[in-house]
């Protein structure tokens, strides 16, 4: 791939002001704050010297004349696993230490010099500064249209995300409970203590329950460890020591990322990701700075190759970066070089300098690096290009995640979790492939775009990726899984019933990509707060499903008011004859507070149809019900909102909006209508922006609940 190491500017950043949207003041805002950071000076050592000093037995005569008050810190830690240390230590990061406590240390490349002519130290760099990759639309309209340019809906036809991929997105933090994040968060089986693959503070113990060296890293890990000047501080923000916690995204760089890599798809609410429903594991490795009025995302290097350690040695598939800057350093190299034969994936962004400058980490040998386009899949005006970039995605106006709600941004920033969660789809056909094998996938599936760039090709990589064609290149390499695959996503997150009982909608997806039909058998069962297992509340004994077929459908569980109160684990599992479990998948639903009794009848749930598609995968197909209610649409929306509910008789209808926190908005229609379907409409002009839930009740036979987003 590249082999060029070049060492160049920093990169673009993200912006709230005005004031920052041409390149001169970028590079202006760029030089104040980096003449006010104090990098980390970063050596390796020679190899005789690496384990004493790492043991602090031993400091260099030397080093400890220059520096004699200085801590040597590693820069990574020695793996757990003895193959992995091998590697580690192959790739020579044993023999990196950041020099700590070094009093009016000179950062001029003389002191660097110095440090490398000692007989002690081979490699003396100091740390850089990135930037986030990332420009925000002050207006920004819902659409999908990445997922149309990407044919992502094509693929989809074909293979959707297993949540077994894993994507890891370096950033500023996430928001671990947002509605269209929560049920794709990578939860850590070693630190749920009660097993409900749900994040919740009762599994926070002060304990390395696993054994990996990071305590209580249920959901990620925070690797932050920065000292900003007091000016550039922002209030409320963490800028260290390194923790367990992932938030706050005070940027919100980082939620918008991690739901353009892995956002819940098919839950009727939100935004889609290519991926569809993979795993997300966010690493918090950039924090917001402040000069003047302006707020940007930012991260040392260190942190950066401390968390690319972390998801490589812990289960990601797949990093998605989307910062950068322009300082080539060698061991971050280095490590992205030991992920790499760890069977990681590495993307990132390419910048947004509007020029060939080379972005780094995008810039490195075995990363992927993603330059940006619009929706007519011309390169975006402020896209970075070059002879070294190998991959176009789309870049502008895409709507995603932030924390409390929905926000479209502008940047590769946003095109590197696309590539990212195209990855992961193509990645959910068969595990087995290598990085190299998934790289090349994306890279020769990708839409030839010189005739829309006739001014840049030869530099915008091999094309915009295009998630179908890749899926097929993967196809026709590989096998499907032999195992069917089962993913159920709840269609109000977070999904709460109340005391007086209720039920809950979902959907699922069934999916056998495999060249022959699978029998197999179908339950869903609870599990209950106090730990104990409520069930099979379905069965469904000797399930067909076809060769490359897919079916898809939406139930509704009943949960009875003698429930009791908590948080609930609810799954469907594929069984073979014997009634082992080959695939399962969860969601969580919370009840309120309600009397306790024994309730062992009064729990029913909707059963899948034993309907098996044709050949290859079919359209969604919607199951038989005698009550109905569709999906709003638009949603996100701007003032008007329409859904379609089906009656099967003439029944009394009462439909309400309420707010996030749980106030009647409008009551849009309560009275009688005939049967057949009805197309009923919500005007929300005199609404503030924001979420509400629409609910639809018929007595006695139905009571639907759904997500809306207003943005005006």
Not at 410 to 415: A, C, L, Q, W
Request: charged fraction near 15%; aromatic fraction near 10%; hydrophobic fraction near 40%.
């Amino acid at each position: 791939m590249k082999t060029t190491l070049v060492s160049l500017l920093i990169l673009t950043l993200f912006v709230v002001s005005p004031y920052a949207k041409t390149t001169e003041n970028y590079q202006e805002i760029k030089a104040e704050i980096e003449a006010a950071y104090i990098p980390n000076l970063v050596i390796a050592v020679a190899d005789d010297f690496a384990d004493d000093l790492r043991l602090g037995n031993n400091i260099p005569e030397e080093l400890s004349a220059l520096y004699p008050s200085a801590v040597y810190e590693p820069l990574s830690t020695i793996p757990i696993s003895q193959e992995h240390e091998l590697l580690w230590r192959k790739h020579g990061l044993h023999r990196w230490f950041i020099v700590r406590n070094v009093p009016d240390l000179n950062t001029s490349r003389s002191t660097l010099q110095s440090l490398e002519a000692l007989e002690s130290v081979d490699i003396a760099e100091f740390s850089s500064l990135h930037f986030a990759d990332l420009t925000p639309m002050d207006d920004g309209n819902y659409n999908v249209w990445a997922m149309d340019n990407m044919q992502a809906y094509e693929a989809w036809d074909h293979q959707v995300g297993r949540d077994e991929v894993v994507v890891s997105t370096l950033d500023t933090g996430c928001e671990l409970q947002h509605p269209d994040l929560q049920h794709n968060i990578y939860i850590n089986p070693g630190e749920d203590l009660n097993s409900n693959g749900f994040w919740d503070a009762t599994d926070l113990n002060g304990i390395d329950d696993d054994g990996n060296g990071y305590v209580d890293d249920l959901a990620g890990w925070d690797f932050v460890s920065s000292s900003p000047a007091n000016f550039m501080r922002v209030a409320g923000e963490d800028y260290g020591p390194r923790d367990s916690r992932v938030w706050p995204d005070i940027v919100g760089h980082g939620t918008h990322t991690a739901g353009t890599s892995a956002s819940s798809t098919n839950n009727a609410i939100g935004v889609p990701s290519a991926s569809w429903n993979v795993t997300n594991m966010p690493l918090r490795t950039g924090y917001a700075i402040r000069l003047l009025v302006i707020i940007l995302g930012a991260g040392d290097a260190v942190d950066f190759v401390a968390a690319i350690q972390y998801a490589a040695e812990n289960g990601t598939d797949i990093i998605s970066i989307s910062f950068g800057g322009t300082a080539y350093e060698q061991f971050y190299q280095d490590m992205i070089n030991y992920a790499r034969s760890l069977g990681v994936l590495t993307i990132a962004s390419a910048g947004n300098s509007d020029n060939q400058v080379v972005n780094y980490p995008a810039g490195y040998n075995n990363v992927i690096s993603v330059a940006a386009t619009n929706v007519n899949d011309v390169r975006a005006s402020f896209s970075t290009y070059g002879a070294w970039v190998d991959i176009c995605a789309p870049g502008e106006n895409i709507w995603s995640t932030v924390p409390g709600g929905y926000a479209s941004y502008d940047g590769t920033s946003m095109s590197s979790p696309n590539v990212a969660a195209v990855a992961a789809l193509v990645k959910s056909h068969n595990a087995d492939m290598t990085p190299g094998e998934l790289e090349s996938y994306l890279l020769d599936g990708c839409d030839n775009i010189d005739a829309q760039n006739p001014g840049y090709i030869g530099l915008l990589g091999a094309g915009r990726v295009n998630a179908y064609n890749s899926l097929m290149l993967a196809r026709a390499d590989y096998p499907a899984a032999s195992e069917p695959n089962i993913d159920i996503i709840p269609l109000i997150s977070p999904t709460a019933v109340p005391a007086s009982g209720g039920s809950f909608a979902y959907n699922y997806v069934m999916m056998n990509s495999s060249a022959s039909t699978l029998n197999f058998d179908i339950t869903t069962e609870a599990l209950l707060p106090n730990g104990n297992v409520y069930g099979p509340i379905i069965t469904v004994n000797g399930f067909n499903l076809g060769a490359n077929s897919l079916m898809q459908g939406t139930l509704q569980q009943q949960v009875p008011a003698s429930a009791p109160a908590g948080i609930y684990s609810f799954a469907a599992n594929l069984s073979d004859l014997n009634f082992t479990y080959i695939e399962t998948d969860y969601l969580n639903f919370i009840k309120a507070e309600g009397a306790v009794t024994d309730a062992n009848d009064s729990w029913s749930g909707q059963s899948f149809p034993i309907i098996a598609s044709g050949n290859d995968f079919e359209a969604p197909i919607n199951l038989p019900t005698d009550y109905s209610v569709g999906s709003a649409f638009p949603n996100p929306f701007n003032a008007m909102t329409t859904f379609s509910i089906h009656l099967p008789q003439t029944s009394d209808l009462k439909v309400e909006v309420y707010d996030v926190t749980g106030r009647l908005a409008a009551t849009v229609m309560d009275g009688s209508l005939t049967a057949g379907t009805h197309d009923v409409s919500i005007n929300a002009e005199s609404f503030a922006s924001g979420m509400y839930f629409l609910r639809a009740t018929v007595q006695g036979q139905l009571d639907h609940t759904q997500k809306i987003m207003l943005v005006k």
